[in-house]
């Protein structure tokens, strides 16, 4: 079974430029999450959907963040413009939801390193 | 506020010996409790997740740790460490009760394992 995968892996762009990540999560997941990680600080929750729809998406930044997920099956994470700031580390995880109340695991993609410059 | 601290950032043992990997949360209620190793240039592996039930959680390599409600802790363990146990490891929780089906998992800093041969 093919994990989560994310593209691109690196991501180099000027400040003010248009950046989109993809995440496909594992196969049958009805859960995605967007999560990122700006160097020296904590890993932070972004997003969740459920199938396509935005459960949760109390983390994203401002709004030049706009995620997308096409169909319930990949999601997209557009910034645009970007800053200095965004740069950082974007991790997709996907889950399947389970009758246990709550409990699945979330399994991670390599992440996409994103650099403004 | 929901929080995980992960109080070292470092932490350095010799192959063969037992290791311990520090964490604690603060969250209302009983949590969810995660342990995700990152090797190098890869993404966030999952090693354990505590539910329910019994304390000690075994988890993938060989890895356990126990959850321990009064103390609010959550430490990762192995008995004997391996060099290639060096890593990058993350705690990390989700409250167990919340509103809106709430999913997102707060993270801890995170510490970076040093195996010695």
């Known amino acids: 079974e093919a994990g989560v995968t994310q593209f691109p892996s690196h991501s180099v762009i000027e400040k003010g430029q248009t950046v989109t990540l993809r995440c496909d999560p594992i196969s049958g997941h009805d859960n995605l999450y967007w999560y990122r990680r700006v160097m020296g600080k904590e890993i932070k929750f972004l997003l969740h959907?459920?199938?396509?729809?935005?459960?949760?998406e109390s983390g994203m930044p401002n709004n030049r963040f706009l995620a997308e997920r096409t169909g319930g099956t990949y999601s997209t994470l557009k910034v645009q413009p970007a800053e200095l700031e965004d740069s950082g580390v974007y991790f997709c995880?996907?889950?399947?939801?389970?009758?246990?109340?709550?409990?699945?695991?979330?399994?991670f993609g390599p992440g996409t390193r994103l650099t403004v410059l | 506020a929901q929080s995980v601290a992960q109080p070292e950032d470092q932490v350095n043992v010799a192959e063969g010996n037992p290791l311990t990997v520090k964490c604690t949360y603060s969250?209302?209620?009983?949590?969810?409790l995660f342990w995700y190793v990152q090797y190098p240039n890869r993404g966030l592996q999952f090693l354990l997740k505590?539910?329910?039930?019994d304390n000690l959680v075994k988890g993938s390599y060989g890895f356990e740790a126990e959850f321990n409600k009064s103390q609010t802790s959550f430490h990762l363990k192995k008995p004997s460490a391996l060099v290639s146990d060096s890593a990058l490891y993350f705690c990390?929780?989700?409250?167990?009760?919340?509103?809106?089906?709430?999913?997102?998992?707060?993270w801890g800093l995170g510490t970076s394992l040093a195996v010695n041969p």
């Open positions: 959907f459920v199938k396509e729809s935005k459960q949760d």
């Open positions: 990390a929780v989700r409250a167990r009760i919340n509103a809106g089906n709430n999913r997102k998992l707060i």
């Open positions: 995880a996907s889950s399947l939801t389970t009758t246990s109340g709550g409990a699945d695991t979330q399994y």
């Open positions: 969250v209302s209620g009983n949590p969810y």
């Open positions: 505590y539910i329910t039930g």
